[in-house]
């Protein structure tokens, strides 16, 4: 692949290159190398400044591998770095602030934290719906309902009947069997 062996020769000539790393990082997760991939995040985060992009886009790569290995606790803490920072509306991490909610409450979800999911779905449902980067409303209402009714809150019916008439089949058949 052409591009991870630009990377690597970027990386030969200059192991400090944080973009080198990253690019590497990417071609190993076209190829479900996750393992690869994650430790690419890792070198571009050390080659990287807390003050750039890069270091934060690295971080919410580095989470979406980890949850491609269903390693939801070490998803969560890197979600929960990308998600804590403030972003400027031109920053390009900005964008990526919905799905990265959402996907934090997937992994809060997925390790019991139900509390925690819940506020994490509500803070993905706080952005305005973005065609090109955010999550589908009918998707999130679904997973938050499936949160509510996981925590024993009545109304989880609220939310999957809304997502439902978005176009939700998930919640329909959850519907369907609740009644």
Known sequence: MMRSMISKKSIHIDDMNASAYYGLGRAYAIKNQWNEAIQNMEETCKHSVALQPLYWTARRFKAQCHMELNDYERASAEYKLFTTRQYGKTDPNYKHLPMAWFNYGKCLFAIGRLDDALEAFDQSLSFQEDPNGGVPKATL??????????????????????????????AARILAETV
């Open 141 to 170: 209402l679904t997973h938050r309902g499936i949160a509510r009714k996981a925590a024993g809150l009545p109304d989880y019916i609220v939310d999957l009947r809304r997502a439902s008439e978005l176009g939700s089949e998930t």
